[in-house]
């Protein structure tokens, strides 16, 4: 009899990069170095870069014949995954991005929690983490419950079924069958592959021993114009799914209409144009950013927000230009629709 085939099955990274010069060497080399038996092979769609980025990696793939590369001209991150898909060899799909660093073993618990919970798309957490003051406070939001609202993949969840999953690994066959990720979307279009996979009756899977090292943007500039993007996107997620996305999403949002109301009472009170009972009762808007600021002065005093009180007031800004970014975002997603909005963060070398 002949013996049975027990070799693990290949595995295709796919990874879309745009000006990442600063991260694509370890990104690459972290895929690389996977302590996996399996075949393996990387397909990078490329963006035009215009920081050396794409120089650089066709350097790496001379070097790797395991480095694929497919064009992305129009620099979107679903058109690009969708071509590397295509272009890919094997059946397990590995998202990963040119921002991330993963665990040695990430690749063969990931394959063995898929061939263990036949799910279609399994992911892990996120571990920011940053150099310098500025991104090392940003990478301690992300990490944190308050700075990204208590997502499952950003820490503290246990294993089980999830609404969406972090990169991920994904099985082909589903994949395929779904039509890959929405190529209309700039933002946000892993929870809507994931929505649709769910939707079609298959398993999205949360393992927390999946770890992968994020680096977050590092100017206060970037950080501003990734979070409006995203909230750009989320809002027209919204508009799209309806009332399918947690609450969660809706407390950024509501903040800022009633910092903006409070503004607008504060003026007519000042004023006297707005006096009496009904000042008094619509005076109530200002709970809600007396008690923000009061959160925000809070986070001076933790230790977790950092070592130093100049650390802790960079943590403290930095949830405020998330939250009222991703808000302003929102709204206008959900108002106006996402309008081909792109995050220009990334556009900057």
Sequence with gaps: MAP????????????????????????????????YEGEQELVIALGPSTDGTSERVRALAEQDARIRIVKNPEMAI???LNRAIR????????????????????????????????????????????????QSAIARAYNSRLGLGGGPYHGGASE????????GLMRREPLDAVGLYDEGLKRGEDWELNLRLRRAGHLVWLDPQLQVVYWP??????????????????GELVRRAGGRHPLRYFAPPALLVASALSLVLLVLELTRVLTGPLALVLSLVYLAPVLYTALLLTLLLLRSSGERLRDRATFAAVIAVMHYSWAAGFLRGVLLGARDAVDRSRIES
């Design 4 to 35: 049975l085939d027990t070799a693990p099955p290949g595995v295709s990274y796919v990874m879309p990069v745009f000006n990442e010069a600063a991260y694509i060497d370890d990104a690459v080399t972290s895929v690389l170095a996977q302590q």
């Design 78 to 80: 679903p058109i690009g």
């Design 87 to 134: 272009a890919a060899r094997h059946d397990i799909i590995v998202r990963v991005d040119a921002h991330t660093e993963l665990d040695p073993l990430y690749t063969a618990v990931g394959v063995a929690t898929l061939e263990r919970t036949r799910a279609a798309s399994v992911g892990g957490v996120m571990v920011a983490t940053g150099r310098g003051r500025l």
């Design 160 to 167: 089980g079924p999830a609404e969406s999953a972090y990169l």
């Design 217 to 234: 943007r590092d100017t206060w500039g970037k950080l501003a114009r990734q979070f409006t993007a995203t909230g750009i996107w989320r």
